[in-house]
């Protein structure tokens, strides 16, 4: 792995929420609570698309980040990137990989270099995406110093979604927050 990002692990402490409960804009709810592929909807608005690997470790899950599919204390990968569309970055994304998910087929996943995990997944069939939760992230959150660093300013909450996928019976959680100035707030 190539070396990693000085804010690697950003992480994303917070109260993720079932969307029903959120008060937010027609086109932001649209992107937050689209079950495609985020990946192919970002190369759709933009001429070049693009992935910056922060960084990629084996940590233990935290409590905040368990849930019924990955358990607190279990071992995963842990992989951090940035989705540039056209030089801006519109997207930071976290991604769990519990190494119990990472065999047969599912090992490629361990070593994605700069190539989409979206992509990859959404090739599959027959994945499955468990519900989508969502979350506000203030100019005190640990996503903001990523925002901050890419000389992004944080005037209002950036909004994130995260959920569960489950590929061959293998989960792993994808989160994903929009950067200020990303495509999903702009009406």
């Known amino acids: ?62 409590d905040l980040e368990a849930n019924t599919d990955i358990l607190a204390g279990e071992k995963v990968l842990v992989r951090e990137v940035l989705l540039y569309c056209d030089g801006i970055a519109q997207v930071f994304a976290r991604s769990l990989l519990p190494l119990k998910s990472l065999t047969g087929e599912q090992q490629q996943l361990a070593d994605l270099g700069t190539q989409s995990l979206g992509q990859v997944l959404f090739n599959h069939p027959e994945l499955v995406r468990k519900k989508i939760e969502v979350a506000a992230f203030d100019q005190q959150s640990t996503v903001a110093k990523i925002a901050e660093h890419l000389s992004l300013k944080v005037l209002q909450p950036m909004w994130g979604r995260r959920s569960v996928f489950v590929l061959d019976a293998k989960p792993l959680m994808v989160a994903e927050v929009f950067l200020p100035g990303a495509f999903a707030y702009q009406e």
């Open 1 to 62: 792995m190539a070396t990693q990002h000085s804010l690697f692990p950003v992480q994303l402490p917070t109260i993720w929420q079932t969307p029903n409960n959120v008060v937010i804009s027609n086109t932001l709810r649209d992107w937050l609570l689209d079950p495609a592929s985020l990946t192919a909807r970002l190369k759709h608005h933009s001429k070049k698309f693009r992935i910056e690997v922060l960084g990629q470790a084996i940590e233990p899950c935290s």
